[in-house]
């Protein structure tokens, strides 16, 4: 199992020389991959009532690529993953380049972890259409691959025409590996067809080994070994010991998890809402506070 963590960007904040050190201290703790979470328009949660609570205009996101062209610069062997990237709320093409050059940048280290969003006014801030999402990333996925696979392509679709066109430089993995977060009938089924891996969000209790046992009917009977597809769930450090951290840890392994990301962020998943959201308690503001943490961590769990 991959222990990697959960990129701290609401705590570290957006001066260059934190998220420098953060990212070399932990591959220097020997963590696999850095996930990434995305965010392009934040709302004032105060005008969408009827939301429950994500994040909002107050959290501060880097973008994620221009993120990754920087880290790619300052590491030399972490992995780097969207976990998840809002992909129905952007230019396929254009994210196909910008995922292309990350990974050329970074020596072929890139995961791109997508999903599909779930407030209407965020899509309506870029300029996209919410209705549908689910079958434009299906879509969205396809031309992606073709666009990282092939100098040349030709692609027409219900969203997407591309006439004799293609992207340079072609991504160092041919095709970048795509993982889904989410575990909705719909997305299942997606990930079971089409995805390289998968980024839950659930407790791996009974209920959460019953989604893994449905993941697994559902990649069966599309011909899929379920071993082929990947497993990143993501841990909470903050307000748990070292027992609980391995007991999680060994938890997850028993329902199949192959990376683990460890989040020292103050966040807490929301099974009714289906998200993360902000916790109250304790929160850690310096990159030396987050490191050392991760240090403990990692002495915990690593040989998993």
Same mark, same amino acid.
């Given at each position: ?31 696999? !991959? ?20 994500? !994040? ?14 920087? &880290?790619?610069? &300052? ?9 998840? &990237? ?23 280290? &890139? ?48 969203? !997407? ?60 009977? !599309? ?82």
């Amino acid at each position: 199992m991959q222990v990697g963590v959960i990129f701290p960007q609401l705590d570290i904040g957006a001066e260059p020389g934190p998220v420098r050190d953060y990212a070399q201290g932990v591959e220097g703790l020997g963590f696999t !991959h850095i996930t990434v979470f995305d965010q392009v328009v934040g709302l004032d949660r105060r005008q969408f009532a009827r939301w429950p609570y994500v !994040h909002d205009h107050e959290d501060l996101f880097h973008e994620v690529f221009v993120l990754f062209g920087f &880290l790619a610069g &300052l590491t030399s062997r972490i992995g780097l993953a969207t976990g998840v &990237l809002v992909l129905p709320q952007r230019q396929t093409a254009l994210v196909a380049k910008q995922a292309a050059e990350v990974d050329v940048l970074s020596g072929g280290r &890139l995961r791109l972890g997508i999903g599909v969003g779930i407030k209407p006014e965020e899509f309506e801030a870029l300029e996209i259409a919410y209705p549908r999402r689910g079958r434009r990333c299906e879509e969205q996925m396809a031309l992606m691959r073709a666009l990282w696979t092939n100098e040349l392509v030709d692609f027409e679709g219900e969203w !997407h025409r591309v006439r004799h066109g293609g992207i340079n430089p072609l991504p160092v993995q041919r095709p970048i590996p795509i993982w889904i977060g989410g575990h909705s009938p719909p997305v299942l089924d997606r990930i079971a067809r089409s995805a390289s891996g998968w980024m839950p969000n659930f407790e791996p209790d009974e209920e959460g080994a019953a989604i893994v046992a449905r993941l697994h009917e559902r990649a069966r009977a !599309h011909g899929r070994d379920p071993a082929d597809i990947g497993f990143e769930p993501t841990v909470n450090v903050l307000g748990r010991t070292p027992e609980q951290w391995r007991e999680d840890a060994l938890a997850w392994r028993a329902l199949g998890a192959t990376h683990l990301s460890a989040n020292t962020m103050q966040e807490e998943w929301d099974e009714a809402a289906g998200m993360w959201s902000k916790a109250a308690g304790e929160r850690i503001e310096r990159v030396e506070d987050h490191l050392a943490l991760l240090e403990r961590y990692i002495d915990v769990v690593g040989d998993l």
